[in-house]
């Protein structure tokens, strides 16, 4: 099954902004969006945004989500060394009836 | 507060089968699906399959249709998904992860270890 494309990895400044990117398809990313999920090593991940590019309670406003037609696109800006860990993106595909995966992308806070 | 809380570690021979639990507590159980969703040590999240608590067919990822079986306890609150065939590949952290929305609550992880 077909998942979503990723950069394996993202290296930014401290205080600067990083974009990660997520490439789907119209069944997917393009027709319900995506979600975007946090993880650092040995935890579970994190929701940081729905679908619909909503945040959840308690996560901070310098992330933000966005979607242009078939990929979406997680921001982070004022980087902080906490924000080192891994990103993955995750969509519905309705064609194939179930959920997809982006390989994910490490990013590196210098 | 949402709290997934998973079973302890599992050590299994190739050929075994394992089965991994998730008590929910602090929602209403019967009104948000559940995720499976594995993570092989160094690798990405891999997507498993869904269950309805409330009863009806699962949906799983194509890898693992015949394989993986999700079942849901209302009793007790409990989620449980079972794997047969273990292999080496199989060694992973497996998840539980609830669906309002996308993913938004996370059990603590259970690490399964193959070996022989």
């Known amino acids: 099954q077909a998942g979503l494309t990723q950069p394996p990895s993202v290296s930014k400044g401290l205080r600067q902004t990083a974009t990660l990117t997520c490439a789907g398809s119209?069944?997917?990313?393009?027709?319900?969006?995506a979600a975007w999920l946090q993880q650092h090593q040995g935890h579970p991940p994190k929701l940081l945004s729905y679908r619909n590019n909503g945040r959840p309670s308690g996560i901070s406003e310098r992330f933000s989500a966005s979607r242009s037609g078939d990929t979406a696109s997680l921001t982070i800006t004022g980087l902080q060394p906490e924000d080192e860990g891994d990103y993955y993106c995750?969509?519905?595909?309705?064609?194939?009836?179930?959920?997809?995966f982006g390989g994910g992308t490490k990013l590196t806070v210098l | 507060q949402v709290q997934l809380v998973q079973s302890g570690a599992e050590v299994k021979k190739p050929g075994a089968s394992v089965k991994v639990s998730c008590k929910a507590s602090?929602?209403?159980?019967?009104?948000?699906?559940m995720h499976w969703v594995r993570q092989a040590p160094g690798q990405g999240l891999e997507w498993m399959g869904i269950?309805?608590?409330?009863?009806?067919?699962?949906i799983y990822a194509q890898k693992f249709q015949g394989r993986v079986t999700m079942t849901s306890d209302k009793s007790t609150s409990t989620l449980y998904m079972e794997m047969s065939g273990l292999t080496s590949d199989d060694t992973a952290v497996f998840y539980c992860?609830?669906?309002?929305?996308?993913?938004?609550?996370w059990g603590q992880g259970t690490l399964v270890t193959v070996s022989s």
């Open positions: 119209s069944s997917n990313v393009g027709d319900q969006g």
């Open positions: 995750s969509a519905w595909d309705s064609s194939l009836s179930v959920w997809v």
């Open positions: 269950i309805n608590p409330s009863g009806g067919s699962p």
């Open positions: 602090g929602y209403s159980f019967s009104s948000h699906f």
């Open positions: 992860a609830r669906e309002a929305g996308s993913f938004d609550s």
